[in-house]
């Protein structure tokens, strides 16, 4: 077992009975980039109402890496930053649902002794090791649709256009995308692509056509309106789409995705139909 | 540079767009007067129908021939359902694959409906093609596979279901399942199909809107699922001998009706063959 040290804000005898039990970590291991992968188990001592989650269960394990067969082994590997859920890093699939780990909290999803808990890495991105994946496909994908206010130049522009209120409460709630490539890992229509050179034809997902929604809603980032319509026309576009709408289910922040998936379906094709008439 | 990316990739949008259209015009516009055509088979039966109808076979009788009397209808065949309807499978079967189902993980009930609309739409497309082969093109030697005649409309429909048999035996139960099987999934993949179109058309937008939409393309779906259970039911147990006497009796009456010579030659012909 895992040497019971103290948990990320523990318990202060804020007097809720401290239940000590037992959570078993079920973990899928890769020692890196296209190495098989295989599964090792870890008891970790939890105490209920001390604020446990996956991440300082984690660090129990990294401290301690023995496995329940009594074998020593290399600390698991994650990635996280924030640790309150917005920065995205440490997304991982808990118990075959994908979800952030550091708001995972153990007293919720393993409230038991002996309670199991399943951690894998996303599935739609290359594991760099164990738990850690790379996501720089999400990041190519918002250059991809010009994810930017276009303002060159260092001289004084002037004062921008104003925002109406209701733009900006529609566009707020995209803004806190953390691209945490949740809605990619549940999407039916979303798959692993290894080779850079595939990314632009294969399906972009959920995260980059809310974000097209965002900028091309924004007064001056509707200068590249355009430019990041054709790019969503394109093959891997919002026309790949499947309509599962999963994306929306288990995005964290609840960003209301289907709403930009249908909105930027309309603008596609009026954008569509204009290019169209005017020939270009 | 853009002319040497591959055909699919150039003409993208365009053809999911295209896609996406065929599948409500005339696709889908054709689903709905098709079933309601076939459910006159038991409007007579019901006292839907107003003339004296013989159990629903006049009314069907009556619709097929009003179809038989459109001009160049097989022009209209080819250009408004079987290329449509080729156009539509071969792309939606290439974009099926794309896609790779993970209901065991998120088992929400839109990823159950993207999953069915898959399957649905492989099983749609054998489906018509064995119903306008054996119907339409007159493919016979299919298995428990027999003809239509559009002057024997009832009649013959009722051999077909039971499986090429006058009797309801074993052909009757495999076809009947399969007609079942196969118009329900269509008109599921139809249903749903409308549902998701709005939303890649961008007609629906907002999580109320498509809710609403829902509801009326179920409405529609458990609509068109009744009609073709209706029919089907009504073929099944057609009395075809009754049904016979009525057709023969209207071809004579047809025969009278026309310039003797030519036309009635046909008409024996199409008696003859059945
Ligand atoms: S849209 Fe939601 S699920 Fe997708 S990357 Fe952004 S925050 Fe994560
Ligand atoms: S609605 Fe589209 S983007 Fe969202 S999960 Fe389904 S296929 Fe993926
Ligand atoms: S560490 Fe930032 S979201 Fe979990």
Redesign the pocket.
């Known amino acids: 077992m895992v040497s019971p040290a103290s948990h990320n804000g523990s318990n202060n005898g804020s007097g809720a009975p401290a239940r000590s039990r037992t959570v078993r970590f079920r973990i899928q291991r890769c020692e890196g980039p296209a190495k098989p992968s295989r599964w090792e188990e870890f008891d970790v001592p939890v105490e209920a109402g001390a604020g446990a989650n996956v991440i300082s269960c984690l660090q129990l394990i990294a401290a301690n890496p023995v496995t329940v067969d009594g074998k020593r082994t290399t600390p698991v590997v994650w990635d996280s930053g924030c640790l309150e859920e917005v920065c ?1 890093s440490c997304t991982m699939v808990i118990n075959g649902r994908v979800r952030q780990s550091c708001s995972c909290l153990i007293d919720n999803d393993a409230p038991n002794d002996g309670d199991v808990v399943t951690l894998q890495p996303m599935s739609k991105f290359p594991v760099v090791r164990d738990l850690w994946v790379d996501r720089a496909r999400m990041f190519d994908s918002l250059r991809k649709i010009k994810a930017w206010v276009p303002i060159d130049g260092l001289h004084d522009q002037g004062a921008g256009p104003r925002e109406r209120p209701k733009t900006q409460q529609t566009r707020y709630v995209h803004s ?9 890992e549940a999407c039916p229509q979303y798959k692993l692509e290894e080779d850079p050179d595939d990314w632009d034809t294969a399906f972009i997902g ?2 980059a056509i ?1 974000q097209v929604r965002l900028f091309n809603k924004h007064e001056t980032g509707a200068e590249l309106a355009g430019e990041r319509l054709d790019a969503l026309m394109g093959p891997g576009g919002v026309t790949d789409c499947g309509n599962a709408q999963n ?1 929306v289910k ?4 609840e ?1 209301p ?1 289907t709403e930009a998936i249908a909105d930027m379906g309309r603008a596609v094709a009026l954008h569509g139909l204009k290019k169209f008439f005017r020939g270009k | 540079m853009a002319s040497k990316e591959p055909f699919m990739q150039r003409h993208h949008f365009l053809l999911r767009r295209l896609h996406s259209f065929t599948g409500v015009f005339p696709i889908g516009v054709f689903l709905i007067v098709h079933l309601t055509t076939n459910a006159s088979i038991v409007w007579g039966r019901l006292g839907v129908a107003t003339e004296k109808s013989h159990g629903g076979v006049a009314t069907f009788q009556h619709e097929v021939e009003f179809i038989h009397s459109l001009p160049a209808l097989l022009l209209i065949e080819i250009f408004g359902l079987w290329l449509p309807i080729a156009f539509h499978s071969i792309l939606g079967v290439y974009y099926a694959t794309t896609g790779k189902s993970n209901i065991k993980h998120y088992r929400y009930q839109d990823n159950w409906r993207y999953t069915m609309q898959r399957i649905s739409g492989y099983i749609g497309v054998l489906f018509i093609f064995y119903h306008v082969a054996t119907l339409r093109w007159g493919w016979t030697w299919l298995p428990f596979a027999s003809g239509f005649n559009f002057r024997e409309a009832s009649s013959t429909t009722a051999i077909a279901l039971r499986g090429g048999s006058e009797e309801i035996g074993f052909g009757a139960v495999v076809i009947g399942l399969f007609y079942l099987v196969g118009v329900l999934m269509l008109v599921f993949h139809f249903a749903n199909g409308l549902w998701t179109a709005a939303i890649t058309w961008g007609v629906t937008i907002t999580e109320q809107a498509q809710r609403r939409w829902g509801y009326v393309c179920a409405g529609l779906g458990f609509g068109l699922a009744g009609l073709a259970l209706a029919a089907l039911v009504g073929f099944v147990t057609l009395d075809i001998d009754e049904a016979r006497e009525y057709e023969r009796a209207r071809i004579i009456e047809l025969e009278s009706a026309a310039a003797p010579d030519q036309q009635a030659g046909q008409l024996e012909n199409a008696l003859a063959r059945h």
């Open positions: 995205g806190t995308c953390m691209s945490c490539g949740c809605c990619l959920a995260a809310g994306c288990v995005c964290p922040k960003i995705l």
